[in-house]
């Protein structure tokens, strides 16, 4: 089984601290996702990264950003974290280039901005 | 824009009877469609996908409908158990230069099974 595993369940940080979430897929999958979920929101895609080094931004990048320097992680950094960041983290990977394979998703990060 | 809808109340039903969550969308045409399982404290975990040329999928006890026309996808659980209970999540997505597996997700609609 396809095996994602987020470095953190539960993170608290301060206001105006910089933040990593790590992630690391285990079946050489290409691309790699980054969501937040929020109640009554859903998940909404923040970055993804289809290949090493590439990146794209999903639907609600701002006050995020992505590093893929090796194919099994995709690390998403808060540069300045704020209290509307808090939320719980989604991290999921697929395979190929087809757009229509499963996503399998880590079980989360959920992250605290007091 | 692009929207997703899934019923936002809970589902109650007895177990045993079947269970149908639904899943509208407008301003998007999809290629397929996803349906996931998510447990509280738990990533998202894939069921079903069902292609827009396709108009049902069964899966064991699951079943999917995909209607382009109506912009709806059905999800039925048949013989329901207590153990279905979850949160269900419907996402949509293209084909294409560009759309490397990008999923727009419903906010999901949670099911529970009573026994």
Same mark, same amino acid.
Request: positive net charge.
């Given at each position: 089984d396809v095996k994602v595993t987020q470095s953190s369940r539960y993170l608290v940080k301060r206001t105006g601290e910089k933040v990593f979430l790590e992630c690391v897929q285990d079946m050489d999958h290409e691309?790699?996702?980054?969501?937040?979920?929020?109640?009554?929101? +859903?998940?909404?895609?923040?970055?993804?990264?289809y290949d090493v080094k590439m990146?794209?931004? +999903?639907?609600i990048p701002e006050g995020y950003s992505v590093s893929r320097e090796k194919k099994e992680r995709f690390s998403l950094i808060l540069e300045s974290a704020s209290t509307n960041q808090t939320s719980m983290y989604l991290c999921a990977s697929s395979p190929g280039l087809r757009g229509n394979s499963p996503l399998h998703f880590g079980n989360g990060t959920r992250l605290t901005v007091t | 824009s692009q929207k997703i809808e899934q019923n936002s109340e809970a589902?109650?039903?007895?177990?045993?009877?079947?269970?149908?969550?639904?899943?509208?969308y407008t301003?998007?045409?999809?290629?397929?469609l996803q349906w996931y399982r998510q447990d509280p404290g738990r990533g998202p975990v894939f069921l079903l996908l069902i292609r827009e040329n396709e108009k049902?999928?069964?899966?064991?006890?699951?079943?999917?409908?995909?209607?382009?026309?109506?912009?709806?996808?059905?999800f039925h659980i048949t013989a329901s158990q207590p153990a279905d209970s979850a949160t269900y999540l419907c996402a949509l997505g293209s084909t294409g230069s560009g759309n490397t597996g990008k999923l727009i997700f419903g906010q999901g609609t949670t099911l529970q099974v009573k026994p």
């Open positions: 691309n790699m996702f980054w969501y937040r979920q929020d109640p009554g929101l +859903g998940l909404r895609l923040i970055y993804f990264s990146k794209e931004k +999903g639907d | 589902l109650n039903i007895q177990e045993g009877k079947t269970a149908t969550l639904t899943c509208n301003n998007y045409s999809p290629a397929y049902e999928k069964r899966k064991e006890r699951l079943k999917v409908t995909f209607d382009t026309t109506l912009k709806q996808s059905l």
